[in-house]
């Protein structure tokens, strides 16, 4: 194993074939095939008898933490300039501030929501509702969001570029969207708020109930209860000029060509400020021979799409290394391809037994004692660098 620096059950447990609530009696593969980036979806009792998974003083204390990313917006129905009916902070928050940008409302002012991002990555019981929507591809699984309001509250009429399925966990919610052409935004707001929003549908949500939306649906969502919460399971979409960038970027990086540019037959000049044509087929050459090296694009893009996010810490293990049952802690981001496995922005070639028991760790967040010790030695030694670097965790994955 060198380091380069599908059965009918999803890994979530779900039989892709069989009819489930949690996607209102669709299959996932029918979900996907009839739903997924096309129609939106309301499903009623997706998850039935479902509440909170933290309370309402946890999630404000992930929001007072600075790896958090936390937002207040909040509506002001009574300004007079219009520019000033939204309000945007960002945390971390201080629950002992009185006033100012870091003090929280207060729980009884309407009109108000606190959003908390990648909550999962914080909380077990989140990350393994997270792990029910692994029908999906995990690189395109990006995280749990989580609002709080108070009566009214909501974050105006908008549109995301990403799938999600917004799921009720307290409260009440009115929720209601529409396909409209026109997304152009009201630019004097610090918020993405849509300058006319036209719903054509308009639902209720309770407890239990759940919508998906496509990207690019324009939705509205307010609270009609104090202490309304939704939990939003959100999709990554890759933007494929800035992916494109990052892959070149990436891979230059590792890339070695010592041709020097040679221009023996230039000619004297009275245009010294021109760019010489040769240069420019020089570079062009360059890059066509940097994007030819397919095993390299491959690297890069695992690599990518497995890096954590910039307020990820992993914290040490609190015990050595032993072999045993082990499972993916729930920050480390793990995929493959045909040759090779990426966990975390890093990239290892693997062939043969190793490499489907790393795909089945990557699938299934976890490996048996047994499955370990069927591993080459190669293969445990970067299973104990990995559990050093705090990515892994003993016994079985919750999911």
């Not at 006319?196 to 969502?221: I, K, N, S």
């Not at 070695?256 to 400020?273: F, G, K």
């Not at 790393?358 to 080459?376: D, I, M, Q």
Request: hydrophobic share 40%; proline share 9%; aromatic share 8%.
């Amino acid at each position: 194993m060198k380091s380069s620096s599908t059965a009918s059950l999803a890994p979530c447990g779900l039989d892709l074939e069989a009819p489930t609530p949690l996607l209102g009696g669709l299959s996932p593969a029918a979900f996907m095939q009839t739903h997924w980036q096309r129609q939106p979806l309301l499903i009623r009792q997706a998850i039935p008898g479902f509440a909170p998974l933290l309370s309402r003083e946890a999630l404000f204390e992930l929001a007072t933490r600075d790896d958090v990313e936390s937002r207040i917006i909040e509506q002001h129905p009574e300004a007079d300039d219009p520019a000033r009916s939204w309000t945007l902070r960002h945390g971390p928050f201080d629950p002992r501030a009185r006033r100012g940008q870091q003090a929280f409302p207060p729980l009884s002012r309407p009109n108000w929501t606190l959003l908390v991002q990648g909550v999962d990555l914080h909380d077990d019981g989140v990350h393994a509702l997270m792990q029910r929507f692994r029908f999906v591809p995990d690189v395109r699984l990006d995280d749990v969001m989580i609002s709080w309001a108070s009566q009214g509250g909501g974050v105006g009429p908008h549109f995301d570029s990403y799938d999600v399925f917004l799921l009720q966990a307290s409260g009440r919610r009115r929720w209601r969207i529409g396909r409209q052409k026109d997304l152009s935004l009201r630019p004097e707001l610090p918020c993405k708020i849509l300058q006319r929003f036209e719903p054509q549908q308009e639902w209720v949500l309770e407890p239990g109930d759940m919508l998906y939306l496509p990207p690019r649906w324009a939705h509205d969502g307010v609270a009609l209860d104090d202490g309304c919460m939704t939990y939003s399971i959100g999709f990554r979409v890759p933007q494929r000029g800035a992916l494109a960038a990052e892959l070149v970027q990436r891979m230059a990086e590792e890339w070695e060509d010592d041709v020097l540019y040679t221009d023996a037959r230039q000619p004297a000049t009275d245009e010294p400020a021109r760019i010489p044509l040769p240069l420019r087929t020089f570079a062009e050459v360059g890059l066509h021979r940097l994007l030819a090296d397919r095993d390299a694009l491959s690297v890069a893009l695992g690599e990518i799409l497995t890096e954590p996010k910039p307020r990820v810490w992993f914290d040490p293990p609190a015990q050595p290394w032993q072999e045993g049952p082990l499972s993916l802690d729930r920050r480390t981001r793990m995929a493959w391809d045909d040759d090779h496995v990426f966990i975390n922005g890093e990239a290892y070639r693997v062939r043969g037994r190793d490499a489907t028991l790393l795909r089945r760790l990557a699938n299934r967040r976890r490996l048996t004692a047994g499955e370990v010790g069927r591993l080459s030695e190669p293969a445990r030694e970067a299973l104990r660098q990995w559990w050093e670097a705090g990515w892994l965790r003993p016994g079985p994955a919750r999911v």
